[in-house]
């Protein structure tokens, strides 16, 4: 594993464990050059899964894309790291063991906006803002009324 300080090709693993959702192995690194310290994160990829976008432009499947939708939605939201992380677990393994080589974008942002629904209501909306494409306040609104009356139910 190459160091992310001096970009020297060898390090040593110093401390390997699992994650606590047991989906990924923590491994903590030492390089042999500079001696600093990193963290990296081993995961299983199940299948090479593409993505197929509005226009049929099609693209890998990239785990830190959907990290990084995720922590923009929940952003401020004090929402446990880890629980986001067991979402996005989740979503990955669905999508790698669906059978499909190719998934459309729209069934990832579906899995996305559920599991945020399920989570926290305002990362929920926010999401939602972006990937419906709200253009006005009466959007937020109607959809905001709509996630007001499912949670009375």
Do not use: N, W
Request: overall charge neutral; charged content about 35%.
């Amino acid at each position: 594993m190459r160091c992310p300080f001096c970009a020297h090709d060898d390090s040593q693993v110093k401390d390997s464990r699992p994650t606590e959702d047991g989906t990924s192995i923590r491994r903590r690194r030492q390089c042999s050059s500079c001696g600093a310290r990193f963290t990296t994160f081993e995961r299983v990829q199940l299948r090479e899964v593409v993505v197929v976008k509005s226009g049929d432009r099609r693209e890998p499947f990239d785990r830190l894309k959907l990290e990084q939708s995720v922590a923009l939605a929940s952003r401020k939201r004090g929402i446990d790291q880890e629980r986001l992380d067991q979402l996005i677990s989740g979503i990955q393994r669905q999508v790698e063991t669906s059978g499909e080589a190719e998934v459309p974008s729209s069934h990832i942002g579906e899995l996305v906006m559920e599991g945020l629904r399920q989570i926290d209501s305002v990362a929920y909306i926010r999401f939602a803002s972006v990937y419906r494409d709200f253009s006005e306040a009466r959007d937020f609104e109607e959809f905001a009324s709509t996630v007001q009356q499912a949670a009375k139910e």
